[in-house]
């Protein structure tokens, strides 16, 4: 089963998709996927995407369930809160 995150370009996806793949228990990350793929997504994937499309889960929601501690997160307190889970502070 593949999962889709989507969020606004530029959010943060890509810096922490090895994370997020193993949230999701997957050995593929396929970044800037997009629904006119005429190929269908590798099983055990994460597919990250711009285009919001039925069944995909945002990416703030998703950085919400990882880190439960922080309920607001936005684009203003990313980082920090990227730094605290991942231990690279900016």
């Known amino acids: 089963m593949a999962t889709i995150i989507y ?3 530029g959010c943060g996806k890509a810096l922490i998709s090895k994370m997020l793949a193993e949230r999701f228990g997957c050995s593929t990350v396929v970044d ?12 055990n994937s994460v597919a990250l995407t711009c285009e919001n499309m039925p069944g995909a889960l945002h990416f703030f ?16 307190n990313y980082m920090d ?7 690279d502070r900016p």
């Open 32 to 43: 800037d996927y997009h629904s006119g793929y005429s190929t269908n997504l590798p099983e």
């Open 61 to 76: 929601d998703v950085l919400r369930d990882m880190d439960a501690r922080h309920k607001d997160v936005n684009r203003i």
């Open 7 to 9: 969020g606004p370009q």
């Open 81 to 87: 809160i990227v730094g605290e889970t991942t231990g």
